[in-house]
C-alpha cells in the first residue's frame, strides 16, 4: 500500500458569499473526517481547505490508496446458547453466522474456527474474522456524499439534470447552487466517483473572465492552488484571497496620501472574499456635497449595500473617496471606477433625502406617533413601553443623581425610541439611537440628552462600551430591566439556543454596567422598582430573573478566568452591590494562597453542617459557660482578631478582611480536637454553637469559604 495526496473539487454556480468560509472549511472537516473513519487517512493527515465564489476544494495529506485489513472479533452469543449439549451448533449459532457471512458448507468447521472466552460470569463463542479495508475508489465516494449531505447550507435549491439513461427525461438534484463540475486527484490519479451527477476528472473553470486556458487542466494534487493561480486567474484558498484584499486596501490608503485609513469591517472583509476570485482594489470617489449627511449614514450605506470600503482621513472622519474591490483587472479601469461611482451616487442622494426629510419633524412631535408602533401584543405598544422606561429610569436617576439628572433622564427616555419613526431608521434600522441623537442635537436640546439617546441601546454586544455620561446610563439600566422584567412576567424566556428578544445579552449588558461603573445599586432592589412600572400586566418575576441573572453572571465570570470555587464562594453570598464582586472575587483568591487556607475552608463547612442542625441559636455566648481551654482560647482569640476584620471588611478591604482570619487556624483546630460541641448539657451546647455562629458569620462575610474546602 502507498500514499499520496488527495485532492477534491465540486466546481459550481456563484456560492452565498456570507456563507463561503464556513461551507468551505465543513466541507474539507468532513471530508478528512470520513476518510480517517475508514482508515484511509491518518490522524497526521494534513486538511488544507479552499473555498471561492464557484468552488469547495480540500487538499487532504497522506491518504491511502487502499486502507489496512482490519482483524475484528465480534461476540456471537453464550456457549450455553450456541452449542446444545452435544457439542453441535444450534439453529441460533448457525443463523448468526450466516448473517455474518461465514462458510456454512461445512458447519463443523466453522464452528471449530469460532473463539471460545470468558465472558464475565460465563464462556460465550466469539468470531474472529478479517475485514477487507476500503479502496480509495469506494471510501472516496462514501465520503463525498456524506461531506455534502452535511454542509451547513442557508438554503438548499433543486434544479435538473438530463438523465443519461436511453429513455429521455430528467432527474431532480438538491445542491446550494447547481454543480458544473467534480475534481478529485489521488496524486496525478483521477480517482473514479461520481456525485451531483458529475464523474470526476482532473479538469476545473477557472475565472470567469481572465482565465488564460479553459479547463484549467490540474497535472497533480500538490499543483492545484498554483496552476489554478496562473492558468485559472484564480486564488483559491479563502483566507489568501483575504489577506490579498486586506493588503491591497491598506496600500491604496497609503498611496492617497498619509492619514487616510480603511474601515476594515470584518464581516464585510469575509463577504467580499465570497464575491471575488482574484482581488482587485480601485479607488473612486463621490460629491462632496453628500458629507453633510451623518457620516454613519453614508458608511452603512456604502457598506451594507454596495460592499464598499470608506475611507476616513486622520481625525476619523469620512471622506470623500472610497475603495471597490473588483473581480477583474483591465487595462483600463476607468469604465469600472466610472460604474461603481454612478451606482453609489442614488444611495447616497437617497440618504441626504432621508435626513432632509426628518429633520423637518421634531423627535418631541414623533412620541404620540410611538402609541401607534405594536412592541408585543402582550404588553402594548412602544409608547406604553417607553412610559414604563421613563417611570423605571426615574427611579434610578433619583438614587444617583440630582434634580437635574432626573429632569434629563426623563426627556430622554420619552424621546429614546422616537427616532424609529424617522425615515432614516426605517430605511437602516441599525441607526437607532444614532439618528435619535442626530435629531436631538437639531432640535437644540444638548449633548447630554442626545448622547443619552444614542448610548441607551449599550452595550449592544460583547466588549461594546457603555454609555458616556449619567443619564445614558440610567436610560440603558432601564431598557434593559424592562425587556428583562417584562418578558419575564409574561413567561418569555430563553430556551436553548434560541433567545429572541436578547435576554442574555440584555442581562450581561445590565451586569456590565453595574460593575464596571461600580453603582450603589442593590440587583433585587432594581427589579422590585422595575416590577410596578407594568401594573398588573406581569407575573411574579423577582426570583426567576434574579437567578437569570445571577447564572450568567456566574458564566460570565467563569469566562474571564476566575475559579468555579471563587465564583460559587463569592454569588453564594448573592452580594447585591455587584461593583463589590470583582474585588471580593480578588480577596477570595488571595486567601486561598495563603497556608492556612484549606483548614480554615474545611473547618468552615464543618461549622456550617453543624449549625444546620441547630437553626435557632443565635450568635450570643456566655462567657461563664466557657469551660475548657480550647474553647476560652477560641473566644479569646475571635474578641482579637474578629473586630480588626469586620473594621477592615466595613472599610471595603476585603483582602485585607479575610487575610486576618488566617490568626484563627491554630485556635480553631484546637477547638475541633478537644471540645465537644454536642455535649449532654443543654447550655453548653447552646453555647458552644453560639460560640461557632458568631465565628461564621464573621468568616463567610466575603465569601461563603466552605466553597472553598475540597
Not at 479538469?203 to 500538490?222: K, L
Request: negative net charge; glycine residues 8%.
Amino acid at each position: 500500500m502507498s500514499t499520496d495526496n488527495l485532492l477534491v473539487e465540486l466546481f459550481v454556480e456563484e456560492l452565498p458569499p456570507k456563507a463561503l468560509q464556513k461551507l468551505g472549511d465543513a466541507f474539507a472537516q468532513e471530508m478528512a473526517a470520513q476518510l480517517r473513519a475508514q482508515g484511509l487517512a491518518t490522524a497526521e493527515s494534513v486538511v488544507t481547505p479552499f473555498a471561492s465564489p464557484r468552488r469547495l476544494a480540500a487538499h487532504i495529506s497522506q491518504v491511502w490508496r487502499k486502507a489496512a485489513d482490519k482483524a475484528v472479533s465480534q461476540k456471537l452469543m453464550p456457549v450455553s446458547v450456541g452449542l446444545d449439549a452435544h457439542g453441535k451448533p444450534t439453529a441460533a449459532l448457525l443463523k448468526k453466522l450466516q448473517a455474518l457471512g461465514a462458510d456454512l458448507s461445512d458447519p463443523a468447521a466453522a464452528v471449530a474456527a469460532l473463539r471460545c472466552a470468558p465472558d464475565g460470569k460465563s464462556e460465550a463463542l466469539f468470531y474472529d474474522s478479517l475485514v477487507t479495508g476500503a479502496t480509495l475508489d469506494s471510501g472516496l465516494q462514501k465520503a463525498l456524499e456524506e461531506a455534502l449531505a452535511k454542509l451547513p447550507i442557508p438554503k438548499m435549491m433543486s434544479y435538473q439534470l438530463e438523465t443519461d439513461c436511453e429513455l429521455p427525461g430528467w432527474s431532480s438534484v438538491h445542491f446550494v447552487r447547481p454543480a458544473h463540475g467534480l475534481l478529485a486527484l489521488h496524486g496525478s490519479t483521477v480517482v473514479p466517483v461520481k456525485v451531483l451527477g458529475l464523474s470526476a476528472s482532473n479538469q476545473t473553470q477557472g475565472h470567469r473572465f481572465e482565465a488564460r486556458v479553459s479547463p484549467v487542466v490540474i497535472g497533480h494534487a500538490d499543483a492545484y492552488a498554483a496552476t489554478l493561480g496562473h492558468d485559472g486567474a484564480v486564488i483559491a484558498s479563502f483566507a489568501e484571497r483575504r489577506f490579498a484584499i486586506v493588503s491591497q486596501l491598506a496600500n491604496a490608503a497609503e498611496k492617497l496620501g498619509p492619514g487616510y485609513q480603511v474601515l476594515m469591517d470584518d464581516a464585510l472583509l469575509n463577504e467580499v472574499t465570497g464575491l471575488v476570485e482574484r482581488p482587485n482594489v480601485l479607488v473612486c470617489s463621490f460629491d462632496e456635497e453628500f458629507l453633510g449627511v451623518p457620516q454613519e449614514c453614508l458608511i452603512l450605506t456604502m457598506q451594507a449595500n454596495q460592499k464598499y470600503f470608506p475611507l476616513l482621513d486622520g481625525a476619523g472622519k469620512l471622506t470623500s473617496r472610497f475603495l471597490v474591490v473588483s473581480n477583474i483587472s483591465p487595462a483600463d479601469a476607468s469604465a469600472v471606477i466610472g460604474g461603481n461611482e454612478r451606482v453609489v451616487r442614488p444611495r447616497l442622494a437617497d440618504a441626504q433625502f432621508f435626513f432632509n426629510q426628518d429633520r423637518k419633524k421634531t423627535l418631541a412631535s414623533r412620541v404620540d406617533g410611538l402609541s401607534k408602533v405594536v412592541y408585543h401584543n402582550k404588553l402594548g405598544s412602544q409608547g406604553e413601553r417607553m412610559a414604563r422606561v421613563r417611570s423605571i429610569a426615574g427611579s434610578i436617576a433619583q438614587q444617583l443623581g440630582d434634580a437635574a439628572l432626573v429632569a434629563s433622564v426623563d426627556t430622554a427616555a420619552q424621546l429614546a425610541k422616537t427616532d424609529l419613526l424617522t425615515d432614516m431608521v426605517g430605511e437602516f434600522p441599525e441607526l437607532q439611537g444614532t439618528m435619535g441623537a442626530y435629531y436631538a442635537r437639531h432640535d437644540g436640546l444638548g449633548d447630554e440628552i442626545a448622547t443619552a439617546i444614542e448610548d441607551h441601546y449599550k452595550p449592544r454586544f460583547a466588549g461594546d462600551t457603555l454609555p458616556r455620561n449619567t443619564a445614558g446610563l440610567v436610560l440603558a439600566l432601564a431598557d434593559k430591566l424592562e425587556t428583562l422584567v417584562g418578558m419575564f412576567g409574561i413567561g418569555n424566556l430563553p430556551t436553548g439556543d434560541k433567545d429572541p428578544f436578547a435576554l442574555r445579552r440584555h442581562a450581561l449588558g445590565l451586569i456590565r454596567m453595574l460593575i464596571e461603573r461600580d453603582l450603589p445599586l442593590g440587583l433585587d432592589a432594581l427589579i422590585a422598582q422595575a416590577a410596578p412600572a407594568f401594573g398588573g400586566q406581569i407575573g411574579s418575576v423577582a426570583q426567576p430573573l434574579a437567578q437569570f441573572i445571577d447564572d450568567r453572571l456566574a458564566g460570565a465570570l467563569r469566562e474571564q478566568g476566575f475559579h468555579a470555587q471563587e465564583v460559587d464562594a463569592v454569588l453564594a453570598l448573592r452580594p447585591q452591590r455587584l461593583g463589590d464582586v470583582p474585588r471580593r472575587l480578588a480577596a477570595v483568591r488571595a486567601f486561598a494562597e495563603l497556608p492556612e487556607a484549606p483548614a480554615l475552608a474545611a473547618a468552615n463547612k464543618r461549622i456550617g453542617n453543624i449549625l444546620k442542625k441547630a437553626p435557632e441559636v443565635d450568635a450570643h455566648v456566655s462567657l461563664v459557660l466557657l469551660k475548657e481551654p480550647a474553647e476560652i482560647a477560641l473566644y479569646t482569640a475571635m474578641q482579637q482578631v474578629l473586630p480588626h476584620a469586620q473594621a477592615l471588611f466595613q472599610g471595603g478591604d476585603y483582602t485585607g478582611s479575610l487575610q486576618a482570619l488566617a490568626a484563627l487556624r491554630v485556635p480553631v483546630d484546637a477547638f475541633f480536637d478537644g471540645v465537644m460541641v454536642n455535649a449532654d448539657e443543654l447550655d453548653l451546647r447552646l453555647n458552644r454553637q453560639g460560640l461557632l455562629k458568631s465565628l461564621f458569620e464573621a468568616m463567610n462575610r466575603v465569601a461563603d469559604l466552605s466553597r472553598l474546602a475540597t
